[in-house]
């Protein structure tokens, strides 16, 4: 029967860590992608879809690697695509947010485009996505006795909207409750720096800047439009 002496053991370690050593010389892969939360959704059925808007909630990409196995935060590295952005967008570093234009449901990915496939083939180009659904609950419910103002300011970041009397200012899209019969409510647009005032839509009376409601008796969406 054989005797392990000083020199076997520390062969062993050697040989051990020699062993790691080749193992980590691999260069490391990233194999898949997991968005966290997986599923988001915005608004309710009795929130009028408009009202969602500006809502938001922040996105995490983890990159999950081998040759080692560990997993990444690599939020800031994908590149974030909203397959429908009527509905949400998302920016580069991954904040989902609500538009306020359309509900239903929309696919978000992270992409990295990668030098390797997953069996570490050479393969310029490969690239590695992951997924998630982000949802906006289309509007069903009751108001109650009011009527719903909505006031859409296209493009985004043009310009805003003040609201009379209530003296409001909408700078995105917004959607204002007013009791049924309320009026008249006066809209002033102001266009932001750069930008000017094209028109508006859906205003039965309107001049220049400014559009006059006289009395709301139903739910109304009038557009702001800027250049």
């Not at 922040?58 to 800031?76: C, E, F, M, S, W």
């Not at 952005?85 to 920016?91: E, H, I, K, R």
């Not at 609201?163 to 899209?173: A, D, F, G, T």
């Not at 009791?179 to 002033?188: E, M, N, Q, R």
């Amino acid at each position: 029967m054989r005797i392990f002496g000083f020199r076997d053991v520390v062969g062993a370690a050697i040989l051990s860590l020699l062993l790691v050593w080749l193992g980590c010389a691999h260069d490391q892969q990233l194999e898949s992608i997991e968005i966290q939360p997986d599923t988001e959704t915005f608004g309710a059925s009795n929130i009028p879809v408009p009202a969602n808007a500006g809502l938001s909630v922040q996105l995490r990409a983890l990159g999950h690697y081998i040759h080692p196995p560990v997993t990444k935060d690599i939020t800031n590295q994908v590149v974030w695509v909203a397959n429908d952005t009527q509905m949400v967008t998302v920016n580069s570093g991954g904040l989902l947010t609500a538009v306020g234009n359309a509900c239903g449901s929309s696919l978000v990915s992270a992409t990295v485009t990668t030098n390797q496939s997953v069996g570490g083939l050479s393969s310029s180009g490969a690239v590695v996505t992951g997924t998630m659904n982000a949802n906006v609950v289309c509007f069903t419910g009751s108001t109650g006795n009011n009527a719903l103002l909505t006031i859409l300011i296209t493009p985004s970041g043009s310009g805003t909207v003040t609201v009379s009397p209530s003296n409001i200012v909408c700078s995105s899209n917004c959607t204002l409750p007013f009791a049924v019969g309320s009026g008249p409510i006066t809209l002033t647009a102001a266009p932001n720096s750069g930008h000017s005032f094209v028109a508006w839509t859906n205003c039965v009376s309107s001049s220049g800047l400014q559009c006059t409601i006289n009395s709301l008796t139903a739910d109304l969406t009038v557009t702001a439009t800027f250049r």
